[in-house]
């Protein structure tokens, strides 16, 4: 049997060394042969170059080069697309994802389970506002996007070759793995763990992040944004007529004048302010639909090291042939600018 992991990886630098220490010594207790398929997602520091080193001696190290931060959804999908086990895991280098857990991960795997979600039951090291916003975030997408997503499992999964499968088939522009593979419906083990801190660097998920992500995870698999708004509309139609009744009633049988300017001050900020939303709303999804519909890669590979040639043709996807496929010298932080005034000094990153 033939273990894929799947490693995204973007600015982890000063973890890449202690991940190769800790995650080869608990694959080899496994007892079966495996494979780690590194993926760069536009890194900017050195994480390329770390990344390059170890492939070169060492031919179960794999590495996929993006020519550009395409992000984290699409990192996991290039792992996917290009990795050959016959079971795959999903997991990140930060080392917040025990790789000590994979015993039992595989364990489930062997007695037919085709999904084995890992689920955080503490969270070290993090704020009381990071952990607040998170189960606002798990709570909100359970009832959003679909009921059967588990609360505070992220993408540490195990798949059988068969889950990939169909995880392979979905090419969405914006992707929301959780959400696809609670939609899938397969046969999924739940596995408690207790999440660690990052052994070092920082997290490339911060709150701004989050929301985005959120979002992308509502407005791709739901429309109650849309469904809010037509409700919200239909409340302040119902406030707007009750209103107007009283103007009438005040003017028609108390037979008093109402000067009404600050009421209708509100009112119109109310219902202006409610139009540009739905609006805005509305303008969101079909800027979705119109990136869809262009049909563009979900991502570029720049190269890559340790595939056989030819390796991997995946829908959707552009991989620049490079000779024999190895990933040629790295500018560091991918574009150089000439320093115009000052020549000497050389490209400024």
């Known amino acids: 049997m033939l273990l894929s992991v799947v490693i995204p990886v973007f600015n982890e630098e000063e973890v890449l060394p202690r991940l190769f220490e800790v995650l080869p010594e608990e694959l080899d207790k496994l007892g079966c042969d495996y494979e780690l398929v590194f993926v760069d997602d536009g890194s900017r520091d050195g994480s390329l170059s770390f990344l390059l080193s170890r492939a070169n ?3 179960k190290v794999k590495v996929l080069a993006f020519s550009r931060n395409f992000g984290h959804q699409a990192a996991i999908t290039a792992g996917m697309d290009f990795a050959s086990g016959d079971a795959l895991v999903v997991m990140d280098a930060d080392l917040q994802d025990p790789p000590e857990l994979l015993a039992t991960m595989l364990a489930k795997f062997h007695e037919g389970y085709d999904i084995v979600s890992a689920q955080r039951i503490s969270r070290e090291g993090e704020s009381w506002f990071k952990r607040a916003t998170a189960d606002c975030f798990y709570g909100l997408m359970k009832r959003a996007v679909d009921e059967r997503l588990q609360a505070q499992v992220g993408d540490f999964r195990l798949f059988s070759r068969a889950a990939v499968e169909c995880l392979k088939s979905f090419r969405e522009q914006h992707r929301f793995m959780r959400g696809i593979v609670a939609w899938l419906g ?3 083990a739940i596995v408690p763990f207790h999440r660690r801190a990052r052994f070092a660097g920082t997290t490339k998920y911060p709150a701004w992040k989050m929301m985005r992500f959120a979002w992308t995870a509502i ?3 739901s429309a109650l944004p849309l469904k809010l708004s037509l409700y919200g509309g239909i409340v302040l139609i119902i406030l707007g007529l009750t209103y107007s009744a009283y103007v009438i009633f005040e003017n028609m049988i108390m037979k008093s004048t109402v000067p009404g300017w600050s009421s209708t001050i509100c009112l119109i900020l109310t219902f202006d302010g409610t139009i540009l939303i739905a609006v805005g709303l509305i303008g969101d999804y079909v800027a979705r639909i119109y990136e869809e519909i ?3 890669p979900l991502y570029v590979i720049n190269g890559m090291r340790n595939f056989a ?3 991997g043709k995946p829908e959707r996807a552009i991989c620049i042939p490079r000779d024999s496929w190895e990933i040629q010298s790295q500018i560091p932080n991918r574009i150089a600018h000439e320093n115009i005034d000052n020549p000497t ?3 400024q990153s």
Do not use: I
Request: net charge positive; no cysteine; glycine share 16%.
């Open 57 to 59: 001696h060492n031919p």
């Open 186 to 188: 397969l046969k999924e």
């Open 219 to 221: 407005s791709s698999f």
């Open 294 to 296: 262009k049909g563009r």
């Open 309 to 311: 040639p030819g390796a």
């Open 345 to 347: 000094q050389g490209p």
